[in-house]
T-cell receptor, first 115, second 118 residues
Framework: NAGVTQTPKFQVLKTGQSMTLQCAQDMNHEYMSWYRQDPGMGLRLIHYSVGAGITDQGEVPNGYNVSRSTTEDFPLRLLSAAPSQTSVYFC??????????????FGPGTRLLVL | AQKVTQAQTEISVVEKEDVTLDCVYETRDTTYYLFWYKQPPSGELVFLIRRNSFDEQNEISGRYSWNFQKSTSSFNFTITASQVVDSAVYFCALSGLVGGTSYGKLTFGQGTILTVHP
């Protein structure tokens, strides 16, 4: 198993540009989520999904869109990048309800710089 | 709303010292999970432990031990005989269970930067 994979590893954008951060998992996990990590603030939840076709907002959803058409993939879209979106983005996945092991496994992260 | 507080922003110790990382949480959920993750300088997040709210037994894994006290809403992490390889950022996190599931949602503390000097 490759686990949780994220692409790209690093990206530089100009203000106003759009892009998609890719996330995939091969563990047949039901739950997937996106977090951003900023200095001194820990990780904060952007969006999450409890299955294909089902997504919801987390703590800091503004400026981001998600969709989940398959169990494996959960892309994060930046609609119009702003310098405030400069951050490290982590994708995570875990088993769904009814399974005792609700431990989130994280991808390696994508470092995004918006100029 | 849930909240996790790691009051220690940075800790610096010398190798072989014991060090405790503090974690205090707030939640209205009656059942929840608590986690610790390690983020080494390479940047990935490594899962260390998960604890259920109804299980207050302390846990020891090698040089690592965890003290969960529901009465004080704390879930502290102790590294015994620290080593340089323990240098990392450590995160405490909480997921509340609603209807028996967390929906994969975690609330993180701010993180504690641990530096172990040789």
């Amino acid at each position: 198993n490759a686990g949780v994979t994220q692409t790209p590893k690093f990206q530089v954008l100009k203000t106003g540009q759009s892009m998609t951060l890719q996330c995939a998992q091969d563990m047949n996990h039901e739950y997937m989520s996106w977090y951003r990590q900023d200095p001194g603030m820990g990780l904060r939840l952007i969006h999450y999904s409890v299955g294909a076709g089902i997504t919801d907002q987390g703590e800091v959803p503004n400026g981001y869109n998600v969709s989940r058409s398959t169990t494996e993939d959960f892309p994060l879209r930046l609609l119009s990048a702003a310098p405030s979106q400069t951050s490290v983005y982590f994708c995570a996945s875990s088993y769904g309800s009814g399974v005792p092991q609700e431990t989130q496994y994280f991808g390696p992260g994508t470092r995004l710089l918006v100029l | 709303a849930q909240k996790v507080t790691q009051a220690q922003t940075e800790i610096s110790v010398v190798e072989k010292e014991d060090v405790t990382l503090d974690c205090v949480y707030e939640t209205r959920d009656t059942t929840y999970y608590l986690f610790w993750y390690k983020q080494p300088p390479s940047g990935e997040l490594v899962f260390l432990i998960r604890r259920n709210s109804f299980d207050e037994q302390n846990e020891i894994s090698g040089r690592y031990s965890w003290n969960f006290q529901k009465s004080t809403s704390s879930f502290n992490f102790t590294i015994t005989a620290s080593q340089v390889v323990d240098s990392a950022v450590y995160f405490c996190a909480l997921s509340g269970l609603v209807g028996g599931t967390s929906y994969g949602k975690l609330t993180f503390g701010q993180g504690t930067i641990l530096t172990v000097h040789p």
